[in-house]
Nanobody, 126 residues
Framework: HVQLVESGGGSVQAGGSLRLSCVAS????????MAWFRQVPGKEREGVAY????????VYSDSVKGRFTISQDGTKNTLYLQMTNLKPDDTAMYYCAADPRLSSSFSLWSRGRYVYWGQGTQVTVS
């Protein structure tokens, strides 16, 4: 049973930083694609960044490019999202997602692409 567990959310002032973590467990094989999404109540869940875990450069949404950085620690099965220069518009529930498939009819920006999801961690920027 695959589990993704996020942590690291919290409340910060604008301009501050946070690092989110997502620990993956319970899977055999590979989680080829992993991503961070965020959602504000009443709005669609939006992709923030995704990465091909076997080595391609991460891809970021325009709204976070230059401020957020994905990294991964394969030895710890952990995906990170370093967030800097945070803005009030970054306030949201942040979710980690993973796809064990190499291909899909869904875009990597689509929530429908990802098979596994974490429970979310709240980020509030004031």
């Amino acid at each position: 049973h695959v589990q993704l567990v996020e942590s690291g959310g919290g409340s910060v002032q604008a301009g501050g930083s946070l690092r989110l973590s997502c620990v993956a467990s319970g899977y055999s094989g590979s989680l080829y694609f992993m991503a961070w999404f965020r959602q504000v109540p009443g709005k669609e869940r939006e992709g923030v960044a995704y990465v091909y875990t076997r080595g391609d450069r991460p891809v970021y949404s325009d709204s976070v490019k230059g401020r957020f950085t994905i990294s991964q620690d394969g030895t710890k099965n952990t995906l990170y999202l370093q967030m800097t220069n945070l803005k009030p518009d970054d306030t949201a529930m942040y979710y980690c997602a993973a796809d064990p498939r190499l291909s899909s009819s869904f875009s990597l920006w689509s929530r429908g692409r990802y098979v596994y999801w974490g429970q979310g961690t709240q980020v509030t920027v004031s």
